[in-house]
Nanobody, 123 residues
Framework: QVQLIESGGGFVQAGGSLKLSCAAS????????MGWFRQAPGKEREFVAT????????DYANSVKGRFTISRDNMKNTVYLQMNSLQAEDTAVYYC????????????????WGQGTQVTVSS
């Protein structure tokens, strides 16, 4: 079993930045691809970014490409999401996901989920 705990969410003005962290415990973190998803009020959960187990491969949703960066530190069992140039449309609960065999944009490919951290962007 893998436990994922997100942190770093908060309130920020449009154009600002936030860095989310996801600390993993349990089974070997470095064996799995990790991802970030988000869910805005009244909307379905959507893919944001994913990173391979080695960290060498990443993929992003078109809506965040060029503004968000996913990274990981396997020594610290932590995955990060650096979010720059935040917009009101980025307001959502952000979820960390793990356990995928490779990078995937589909939530069904991930076995483990955190409880989420709220990001609110004021325009």
């Amino acid at each position: 079993q893998v436990q994922l705990i997100e942190s770093g969410g908060g309130f920020v003005q449009a154009g600002g930045s936030l860095k989310l962290s996801c600390a993993a415990s349990g089974r070997t973190f470095s064996n799995y691809a990790m991802g970030w998803f988000r869910q805005a009020p009244g909307k379905e959960r959507e893919f944001v970014a994913t990173i391979s187990s080695s960290g060498l491969r990443t993929d992003y949703a078109n809506s965040v490409k060029g503004r968000f960066t996913i990274s990981r530190d396997n020594m610290k069992n932590t995955v990060y999401l650096q979010m720059n140039s935040l917009q009101a449309e980025d307001t959502a609960v952000y979820y960390c996901a793990g356990g995928a065999s490779s990078v995937h944009s589909s939530s069904s490919k991930y076995d483990y989920w955190g409880q989420g951290t709220q990001v609110t962007v004021s325009s």
